[in-house]
């Protein structure tokens, strides 16, 4: 499979569980992202990795926990969100460098729903 | 802190109509420039980009955008829209300063 995929496609969760996003890349990048896309409002970036170590966070709340195993996998952990939290959160992977490699590939994202 | 600014929220035109989206960022050094775009119920995905060179770029589906360095705008361009080209189109910057920043987007809707 080519590209970034994401798993699940679709996920509803009570405010205390607990959940994982996945996201792989199959394009030999080396940076992968975590953005929350909400209604009327800018793509949030949350999460920045580059060469697998974690290079940005953006303020998101503790609730939120990425991993990133290696170059190709990157994961987002969830834990008592709130349901402002509900949102669709994209993936994506970038060739790092500013230079003409850093265009970024987005994942289908996980449409995240909090009861 | 940077910026990109996309200011029309929602345009209505009809097929065959011209387009033009407008696209502003605030940083005064050299930046990495993108059209994305998002059709319903699919993922995110280039339109077109600009990096150096000529300022007016090509991208797919007929799209073009123009790079104006003084007046720090990317405005997308179609000569005549179709009922297809419904979407939600976001302007996006890279500088050396900073990781990428989008735009809120614009929502595009074609009448038929």
């Known amino acids: 499979e080519t590209g970034v995929t994401q798993t699940p496609r679709h996920l509803v969760m009570g405010m205390t569980n607990k959940k994982s996003l996945k996201c792989e890349q199959h394009l030999g990048h080396n940076a992968m992202y975590w953005y929350k896309q909400s209604a009327k409002k800018p793509l949030e970036l949350m999460f920045v990795?580059?060469?697998?170590?974690?290079?940005e966070n953006n303020s998101v709340p503790s609730r939120f926990s990425p991993e990133c195993p290696n170059s190709s996998h990157l994961f987002l952990h969830l834990h008592t969100l709130q349901p402002e939290d509900s949102a669709l959160y994209l993936c994506?992977?970038?060739?790092?460098?500013?230079?003409?490699?850093?265009?970024?590939?987005f994942g289908p994202g996980t449409r995240l729903t909090v009861l | 802190a940077q910026s990109v600014s996309q200011h029309n929220h929602h345009v209505i035109l009809s097929e065959a109509a011209s387009l033009e989206l407008g696209c502003n960022y605030s940083?005064?050094?050299?930046?990495?420039l993108f059209w994305y775009v998002q059709y319903p119920g699919q993922h995110l995905q280039l339109l077109l980009k600009y990096f150096s060179g000529d300022p007016l770029v090509k991208g797919i589906k007929g799209f073009e955008a123009e790079f104006i360095k003084s007046k720090f705008s990317f405005n997308l361009r179609k000569p005549s829209v179709q009922w297809s080209d419904t979407a939600e189109y976001f302007c996006a910057v890279i500088s050396s300063a900073s990781k990428i920043i989008f735009g809120s987007g614009t929502r595009l809707s074609i009448r038929p």
């Open positions: 990795y580059s060469l697998e170590e974690r290079v």
């Open positions: 994506a992977s970038s060739q790092e460098g500013f230079s003409s490699y850093n265009e970024q590939f």
């Open positions: 940083y005064g050094g050299t930046v990495n």
